[in-house]
T-cell receptor, first 115, second 112 residues
């Protein structure tokens, strides 16, 4: 099956710094990528949808200036958490969709801890 | 707005027991429903996907059913094993080029 990778798998940073998370589709071209956030014992909440070469569409309540998303190629999307604060600590998961509009492939997630 | 509910939030059973995990959704106009498994601190593994025109899907000891009209799905796990311990998430896809809506998941613990 299709493989999606994320890097890094874990990151610890100081409050006020920016953190970049990469999401790659390894064996298919992802026309659309999705970024989710998951707090402990909670469901996955969609943050934004990005299509290659265009601006991301953010869900209501998600600050686009704080969570910068770039989808510059068909295999790579990045999420940058700018000026991270402890409340941004969470599990961030990306998913990618290729030719089949009904199937998403999920990455392994990135655990962010902001001190 | 589509809402997906999974109750209970946690379940503990002895090894060998057959069990059913429930999922309900508010808008029956779905394209498909998917069950995922999530191990602690890990990403999602897709278990079964049921198209809206289907009533069930089977994979090994897992069987998922879908009753679209009543907004319900069940995941049946036969002869549960400790290795089945994980969180099971239900998600519905509501349209082409749309997004998945997830439930909060059911954390299953299978006791040896």
């Amino acid at each position: 099956g299709a493989v999606v990778s994320q890097h890094p798998s874990r990151v610890i940073c100081k409050s006020g710094t920016s953190v970049k998370i990469e999401c790659r589709s390894l064996d298919f071209q992802a026309t659309t990528m999705f970024w989710y956030r998951q707090f402990p014992k909670q469901s996955l909440m969609l943050m934004a949808t990005s299509n290659e070469g265009s601006k991301a569409t953010y869900e209501q309540g998600v600050e686009k200036d704080k969570f910068l998303i770039n989808h510059a190629s068909l295999t790579l999307s990045t999420l940058t958490v700018t000026s991270a604060h402890p409340e941004d600590s969470s599990f961030y998961i990306c998913s990618a969709r290729g030719a089949d509009p009904e199937t998403q492939y999920f990455g392994p997630g990135t655990r962010l801890l902001v001190l | 707005k589509q809402e997906v509910t999974q109750i209970p939030a946690a379940l503990s059973v002895p090894e060998g027991e057959n069990l059913v995990l429930n999922c309900s959704f508010t808008d029956s106009a779905i394209y498909n429903l998917q069950w995922f498994r999530q191990d602690p601190g890990k990403g999602l593994t897709s278990l079964l996907l049921i198209q809206s025109s289907q009533r069930e899907q089977t994979s090994g000891r897992l069987n998922a059913s879908l009753d679209k009209s009543s907004g319900r799905s069940t995941l049946y796990i036969a002869a549960s094993q400790p290795g089945d311990s994980a969180t099971y998430l239900c998600a519905v896809f509501t349209g082409a080029n749309s997004k998945l809506t997830f439930g909060k998941g059911i954390t299953l613990s299978v006791r040896p």
